[in-house]
C-alpha cells in the first residue's frame, strides 16, 4: 500500500509581501498547569519572517479575554494584520475577529490528509 498524497492538489498560500502582514495561529494544548494556572500555549507565527509570539493563556479563556490578548500582545506590536490562517479551532470563532473591529481577513484552512487536499474555508 502507498501511502503518497495525490499530486497536484494542495495549493500552497501566497508568500506575503510585508512582515506581520499574514498571520498564522494555533494553540498547543495537554501541557501541565503552570502556578499561574496556564495550560495552554497560544502561537502566533508571522507568515513572512517565521517570528513567533508564544502566548501562555488558559484553555478556559474566553473569547473576549483572547481578543484582548491578541490587542495587547499582537496588535500593539505589530498592527492589525491584513489575513490570519488558522485551522478550525473553535477558540477563534467569527465573535473574536467582531471583537478586532472586524478589520482582519480571516482564513481556516482544513487539511483532509486522507483525499490529499487542502481546503480554503472562509
Do not use: N
Amino acid at each position: 500500500i502507498e501511502h503518497q498524497w495525490a499530486s497536484g492538489l494542495l495549493q500552497p498560500l501566497d508568500i506575503p509581501v510585508w512582515k506581520w502582514d499574514e498571520i498564522s495561529m494555533d494553540i498547543v494544548t495537554g501541557l501541565p498547569r503552570t502556578q499561574r494556572r496556564h495550560d495552554v500555549i497560544w502561537v502566533v507565527v508571522d507568515r513572512l519572517t517565521k517570528s513567533a509570539h508564544f502566548l501562555p493563556i488558559c484553555k478556559d479563556y474566553s473569547v473576549s479575554r483572547l481578543s484582548e490578548i491578541f490587542q495587547q500582545e499582537i496588535v500593539r506590536l505589530h498592527g492589525i494584520p491584513s489575513a490570519i490562517v488558522s485551522d478550525r479551532d473553535p477558540r477563534f470563532a467569527s465573535r473574536f475577529w467582531k471583537d478586532t473591529e472586524g478589520h482582519v481577513t480571516f482564513m481556516c484552512i482544513r487539511v483532509d490528509r486522507k483525499l490529499g487536499r487542502l481546503y480554503l474555508l472562509s
